[in-house]
Antibody, heavy 118, light 108 residues
Framework: QVQLQESGPGLVKPAQTLSVTCKVS??????????WSWIRQHPDKGLEWIAD???????KYNPSLKSRLTIDVDTADNQVSLIVKSVTAADTAMYYC??????????WGRGTQVIVSS | DIQMTQSPSSLSASVGDTVTITCRAS??????LAWYQQKPGRAPRLLLY???RLGNGVPSRFRGSGTGTEYTLTISSLQFEDFATYFC??????????FGQGTTVDIK
């Protein structure tokens, strides 16, 4: 059973870089079979897909965010990371990690809250 | 991007009721539609995919249907634990997965 645990800084200042990490357990990322995704939920409760990565480094980004994003996978530590550059208040959200198969988000972590504020 | 529009945005119901939520896509999505349930303070949970296929451990009172651009989630014999927010999501456009804005089902 896939389990995901996100972690992050909690509070980030505007214009700085946000970094969040997702520790995966119950399955080895290197085994394949799943994409690993980041999704965020804004304070108004709307859900927004951010990015996907496969164990071999295949990446996909939300076109509206792509210029500020980097998603990476660490198969040795079995974790996935996301970097968002030049953050603004609009990046304030709960950030979720999820396992994904053909676009369906099957398992989700509990999320890590990120607030962008000076 | 394919836009997903849910209706209603909220509804009130009683235990035992049958409720229906609609999700409309801005273009045809060939049944590439998933539904998620989210309870306060919790992550979303996959309910259905392929428009009508139940996720693991999901009770059969949850039923999905639809075609083309219009899809529905029906919850029969509403249980107390079903009061939650429901989101649809399309995965037809592999360049960008998108969600509906959510429908909150609360107790009448």
């Amino acid at each position: 059973q896939v389990q995901l645990q996100e972690s992050g800084p909690g509070l980030v200042k505007p214009a700085q870089t946000l970094s969040v990490t997702c520790k995966v357990s119950g399955v080895f990322i290197s085994s394949g079979g799943y994409f690993w995704s980041w999704i965020r939920q804004h304070p108004d409760k709307g859900l927004e897909w951010i990015a996907d990565i496969y164990y071999n480094g295949t990446r996909k980004y939300n076109p509206s965010l792509k210029s500020r994003l980097t998603i990476d996978v660490d198969t040795a530590d079995n974790q996935v990371s996301l970097i968002v550059k030049s953050v603004t208040a609009a990046d304030t959200a709960m950030y979720y990690c999820a396992s994904q198969v053909r676009g369906v988000f099957a398992s989700w972590g509990r999320g890590t809250q990120v607030i962008v504020s000076s | 991007d394919i836009q997903m529009t849910q209706s209603p945005s909220s509804l009130s119901a009683s235990v035992g009721d049958t409720v229906t939520i609609t999700c409309r896509a801005s273009q045809a999505i060939s049944n590439s539609l998933a539904w998620y349930q989210q309870k306060p303070g919790r992550a979303p949970r996959l309910l259905l995919y392929g428009a009508s296929r139940l996720g693991n451990g999901v009770p059969s009172r949850f039923r999905g249907s639809g075609t083309g651009t219009e899809y529905t989630l029906t919850i029969s014999s509403l249980q107390f634990e079903d009061f939650a927010t429901y989101f649809c999501q399309q995965y037809s456009d592999s360049l960008s997965w998108t969600f509906g804005q959510g429908t909150t089902v609360d107790i009448k």
